[in-house]
């Protein structure tokens, strides 16, 4: 959001430029979302070796320990050198792979994204739509408890004004988003839902599912408990299952 007193100040042509490509490169990952990966290696192509798994889990290292760092501390916050150390490596064998701060921190974005956007793709106009809903739920609770950070890493993206996301709110997630308020608008008018507004149903899920991750420690203060618990995440399911479908079931 654009504070009306604020001065604006034209950054440097050369800081657009990045940004721009960052932003580019995030709308490349998130029309990715939805393909059909292939599930057998390319013919011909070799089997990894010792050094290159260590490479690949190296790089694995490095994202999960900068997603960690970006969803506490923002991009701002964060440094190089205590993503570095939560990562077990050297600073400089860090910036072997990812150059810059900026530079790591789109790769975070980029990698979190076919997360992001995935369970909103899922559900069609043929599927049932208490199922269908119930499944959206199901998986967006999923991602709150075994993926909290990314949750939160997005937060902290929209809370700061969303520079780099603007083109995938706009482009691919307005896209999915956008067929399925025309799903839920088909269901409505064939009789098997309620007269809900679609994009404010969609808008519920979203808030009442990443509540459990951006707000963990709230949740925890107040209830004991997360939904690494079994117990509580069945019960978290089943509570927000109801509340949800007893608002849009047909009366």
């Keep these: 959001m654009t504070d009306a007193a604020a001065t604006t100040v034209k950054p ?6 990045k940004q721009a490509s960052g932003a580019r490169k995030l709308v ?22 010792p ?3 260590a490479g690949e889990a190296r790089k694995a290292a490095i994202l999960k320990a900068a997603l960690g760092v970006f969803a506490r501390l923002g991009l701002d916050g964060a440094s190089v050198e205590a993503i570095a150390q939560a990562a077990g490596i050297s600073k400089a064998n860090l910036l072997y792979y990812h150059p810059t701060k900026d530079a790591l ?3 975070v974005l980029e990698q979190g994204l076919s997360l992001w956007l995935a369970p909103l793709s ?6 049932d739509p208490a199922e269908a809903i119930a499944a959206l ?3 967006k609770l999923a991602l709150s408890r075994d993926h909290p950070e990314v949750s939160r890493l997005f937060a902290l993206e929209m809370l700061r004004g969303a520079p780099l996301l603007k083109p995938v709110l706009a482009g691919p997630l307005k896209a999915v988003f956008d067929a399925k308020v025309a799903v839920i608008q088909a269901w409505i008018a064939a009789g098997k839902l309620n007269r809900v507004d679609p994009s404010h149903l ?20 107040l209830s004991g408990k997360t939904l690494s618990d079994k117990g509580f995440m069945d019960e978290t399911r089943a509570a927000l299952t109801a509340l949800v479908l007893d608002g849009v079931r047909v009366r």
């Excluded at 440097?12 to 430029?17: D, E, L, M």
């Excluded at 013919?43 to 990894?48: F, I, S």
């Excluded at 808030?207 to 991750?213: F, G, I, M, P």
């Design 51 to 53: 050094r290159e798994r």
């Design 122 to 127: 899922r559900f069609t106009e043929g599927d």
């Design 202 to 221: 969609i808008f519920a899920i979203w808030a009442l599912t990443q509540h459990y991750a951006d707000f963990a420690v709230q949740v925890r203060a």
């Design 12 to 17: 440097p042509r050369k800081a657009v430029g």
């Design 28 to 49: 490349k990952a998130a029309q990715s979302v939805g393909a059909i990966a292939a599930t057998e290696a390319p013919k011909g192509r070799r089997d990894p070796g």
């Design 137 to 139: 739920i199901d998986a």
């Design 105 to 107: 921190y789109l790769a």
